[in-house]
């Protein structure tokens, strides 16, 4: 049995990695609060990182901490970090769901409590908040307990497939696994920080833009579509028998 080709190209992925290394950050500026950690994460994916530190900033000086931020409305929380922010509703609406689930279960605002538990419980506590996104969920343990999860979102899938990294259609979440079997958690720091310096610089050359709009217009067939589609898919060649019979 030949053994299954891995979904991304080594040397182009290591090509990208190394030419970013050099213009990105070496540490995450929120490590040392959790919380911090969480919300900055919540801000970066699909952005960029001047949009996340920017939005957190205004988080920070718009309330007196995180658990005021916590009981604004979806609107409100959208005006603070900026009405023209990447899907800034839906971003906002996950985020106060974790936030609010965060205080039902500890009636306070904060992740101190995951300090110094078996990293397997972190993670399992992180993806069981309501809201979290699995990009979240991996920087927090990336950055905030050194385990080797690279976050992947969309805005990173586009880029390895604008650079031909990937070498099939892949989600970002079953990505972050694969990598997790392959890097260790050193590199997959660097890779994470190379990665956010290089969708950094994909927003703004204006290819990240084009890129989700290609991705977005490329839909799968689904349900009743998708067995019609393949119904057509077996007419063809018996409608060209036929034809050709005449």
């Not at 969480?38 to 994916?45: D, G, Q, T, V």
């Not at 990447?86 to 995951?114: A, C, I, N």
């Not at 028998?241 to 005449?246: K, V």
Request: contains cysteine; positive net charge.
């Amino acid at each position: 049995m030949t053994e299954k080709k891995p979904a991304f190209n080594i040397n182009r992925l290591n090509s990208l990695v190394k030419k970013y290394s050099a213009r990105a950050r070496t540490e995450e500026p929120n490590s040392s609060d959790l919380l911090a950690l969480m919300l900055h994460s919540s801000l970066l994916y699909d952005a960029t990182t001047d949009m996340a530190d920017t939005a957190l900033q205004r988080i920070r000086t718009r309330n007196v901490d995180f658990n005021e931020f916590r009981v604004n409305l979806v609107e409100e929380m959208v005006e603070t970090i900026g009405t023209k922010y990447p899907d800034g509703f839906e971003r906002m609406r996950r985020l106060r769901m974790t936030l609010f689930d965060l205080f039902r279960r500890h009636h306070r605002v904060g992740l101190e409590q995951l300090v110094g538990k078996p990293k397997r419980d972190v993670r399992t506590y992180l993806e069981n908040l309501e809201g979290m996104p699995t990009f979240v969920v991996s920087r927090c343990m990336l950055l905030g307990f050194e385990v080797a999860l690279v976050p992947i979102d969309w805005a990173t899938i586009d880029l390895l497939t604008h650079y031909e990294v990937l070498t099939e259609p892949i989600k970002p979440s079953a990505l972050t696994e694969i990598f997790a079997k392959k890097f260790k958690s050193d590199r997959s720091r660097e890779m994470h920080f190379a990665l956010s310096a290089a969708v950094d610089a994909f927003h703004k050359s204006g290819k990240a833009d084009v890129a989700r709009k290609t991705r977005e217009a490329i839909k799968l067939p689904r349900g009743a579509a998708a067995a019609s589609a393949a119904s057509a898919a077996k007419a063809k060649p018996k409608a060209k028998t036929a034809a050709r019979g005449h």
